[in-house]
């Protein structure tokens, strides 16, 4: 399974962005987990959404409840992040996780994840 992060960008505080993550190569079994970490500079990584590869089940980080969705796109073979009402704090490199034995109580950590996408810089102005 190959994922590739595509969207980030440069965007002032209040605006919105919409992250890609591009699935290829083998499919991805309907109950994995595909997640969205963040990390900015000199801190660790961060998790911020995940959903079910079948399109259920979403779980949101705090500092993501109600600005960011995550969503799954069926023809894309993809999981996209819509963030809206970004605030400088959002600035960090996101990227895309996914992993087919990731228990519920496990989504928010990164080593439960086995497939991993290379980032994609959001960077938020004020």
């Known amino acids: 399974v190959q994922l590739q992060a595509c969207g980030g960008g440069l965007v002032q505080t209040g605006g919105s962005l919409r992250l890609s993550c591009i699935t290829s190569?083998?499919?991805?079994?309907?109950?994995?987990?595909v997640s969205w970490f963040r990390q900015a500079p000199g801190q660790d990584r961060e998790f911020v959404a995940a959903i079910k590869w079948s399109g259920g089940s979403t779980l949101y980080a705090d500092s993501a409840q109600g600005r960011f969705t995550i969503s799954r796109d069926r023809a894309k073979k993809s999981v996209d992040l819509q963030m809206n009402s970004l605030k400088p704090e959002d600035t960090a490199i996101y990227h895309c996780?996914?992993?087919?034995?990731?228990?519920?109580?496990?989504?928010?950590?990164?080593?439960?994840?086995?497939?991993w996408g290379q980032g994609t810089q959001v960077t938020v102005s004020s």
């Open positions: 190569g083998r499919t991805l079994i309907n109950y994995a987990t």
């Open positions: 996780a996914a992993g087919e034995s990731v228990i519920l109580s496990n989504r928010r950590t990164p080593n439960a994840y086995a497939y």
